[in-house]
């Protein structure tokens, strides 16, 4: 099975495939099937901003993903609704699980913030999937539509891509998103981590990215510490890198040396149209690799107590929290502090 865009040959089998949920279960509100002149019309017009994907074997369309304007007002433009249909032959095979892992990443990657998605009850198949991709229900349209002679309920569940104080940023097209991350999910290539100049332009508008983000996240007195000095990242004390996907910078990070046998991890941020895609891990273990080349024995970090992300970023990595150290003392309330030997 393979996942990618839809085309314009593909419409008719997308179309019966919302059809046959149209005509046999209350999931689609359509009382009729829908015609194809209509769907045609409606791939060419979005399909360059919202996402149209498509699941295939050899032989057939086995179901599709497409997202799609929630309201017209232009407050809403950085929200869509997303759905999901697949074949009813091939139900519980794991293929709406796969459509939405990669339509998902497509829409925070051209700068959607949130997704909404549709459920008419019962159907705990689909709130199961929707609940396994992060999703969570947030309302119910009481008897919203009349179907099959009865009225039915439409449960909504929504999903936000972007942190709450990130400000919206323009909607990038899907051809222009949708290549570099299909190369990085199928062909695991195009990321790349490389030492970095922290006085360069890239460090300096990712670090200010990072800055306003903890600096929105983490208001009280004391509680953010920026500072990283050039000269503790040259040379053998310690190294700043940038990760970048293909052309683009996507995250950074930095070790220093902190006391004889020990290193210490700073500035770690991920752009947040790129987060979800493993970049963090990446970072992170380049990282440490460069903390072993300067000869220490352990690393130390610290993070917020509302970072709840990266806290699990490094229990995955094997750390594990320590009593506060340096000017970490000073922040009880909003910092926790880890530990790895290397």
Not at 35 to 42: G, Q, T, V, Y
Not at 128 to 139: D, I, K, N, S, W
Not at 179 to 193: A, D, I, M
Not at 274 to 290: A, D, P, V
């Amino acid at each position: 099975m393979i996942i990618e865009r839809a085309t314009s040959d593909d419409v008719p089998a997308v179309l019966a495939l919302a059809n046959w949920a149209a005509v046999n279960t209350p999931a689609n509100f359509a009382t009729e099937p829908e015609s194809l002149s209509d769907w045609a019309a409606s791939f060419a017009q979005s399909h360059e901003k919202y996402p149209w994907l498509v699941a295939r074997d050899a032989e057939r369309i086995l179901g599709f993903a497409k997202a799609s304007m929630h309201r017209a007002r232009g407050a809403y433009q950085w929200t869509a609704e997303v759905s999901v249909y697949i074949h009813p032959d091939v139900h519980r095979r794991g293929i709406g699980r796969a459509l939405y892992d990669a339509l998902i990443p497509c829409l925070r990657a051209q700068g959607y913030v949130t997704l909404l998605a549709g459920i008419t009850p019962p159907n705990p198949a689909s709130e199961r999937l929707h609940e396994a991709v992060g999703f969570t229900r947030c309302g119910t349209y009481h008897r919203a539509g009349w179907k099959f002679e009865r009225w039915h309920d439409v449960g909504y569940w929504d999903m936000h891509l972007q942190p709450i104080h990130h400000p919206p940023e323009p909607i990038r097209p899907v051809g222009e998103v949708w290549p570099k991350l299909q190369r990085f999910r199928t062909e695991r290539t195009g990321l790349s981590v490389r030492r970095a100049d922290l006085t360069s332009d890239e460090a300096a508008a990712l670090i200010c990215a990072l800055n306003h983000e903890l600096a929105s996240m983490y208001s009280e007195p004391g509680a953010n510490h920026f500072h990283l000095d050039p000269a503790q990242v040259t040379g053998d004390r310690g190294a700043y890198v940038i990760a970048y996907l293909e052309d683009e910078p996507a995250g950074c990070g930095a070790v220093r040396a902190y006391d004889d046998g020990t290193a210490e991890l700073k500035r770690m941020f991920v752009v947040p149209r790129w987060r979800g895609l493993g970049i963090s891990t990446r970072i992170l273990r380049t990282l440490e690799e460069h903390a072993a080349s300067l000869g220490v024995k352990r690393v130390l970090l610290e993070t917020g107590t509302r970072q709840t992300e990266a806290i699990a970023l490094y229990e995955r990595a094997g750390y594990s929290r320590i009593p506060l150290f340096g000017e970490y003392v000073h922040s009880p309330l909003t910092s926790i502090c880890m530990g790895k030997s290397l």
